[in-house]
């Protein structure tokens, strides 16, 4: 009975957790976010894979 809320960052969804102030809501975050926003870790290294990584692409363009 999980109702999942989209949101711009992981870190941001921390802060809303903690603003709200509700036990019933968690976020997917860093654990430095939880420790920002005083909140408890409940489980470590939640992921689909054991290898599991995230990969980033940083794009630009020539100034013109």
Same mark, same amino acid.
């Given at each position: 009975?999980?109702?999942?809320?989209?949101?711009? *960052?992981?870190?941001? !969804? %921390?802060?809303?957790? $903690?603003? #709200?102030? *509700?036990?019933?809501? !968690? %976020?997917?975050?860093? $654990?430095? #976010?939880?420790?920002?926003?005083?909140?408890?870790?409940?489980?470590?290294?939640?992921?689909?894979?054991?290898?599991?990584?995230?990969?980033?692409?940083?794009?630009?363009?020539?100034?013109?």
């Amino acid at each position: 009975h999980i109702q999942p809320v989209v949101v711009f *960052d992981t870190a941001g !969804a %921390a802060r809303d957790v $903690a603003e #709200a102030g *509700d036990i019933t809501r !968690a %976020a997917v975050a860093p $654990a430095r #976010a939880a420790e920002v926003y005083g909140l408890q870790i409940l489980r470590n290294d939640l992921q689909d894979f054991s290898d599991n990584r995230t990969r980033f692409v940083l794009l630009s363009a020539p100034k013109a």
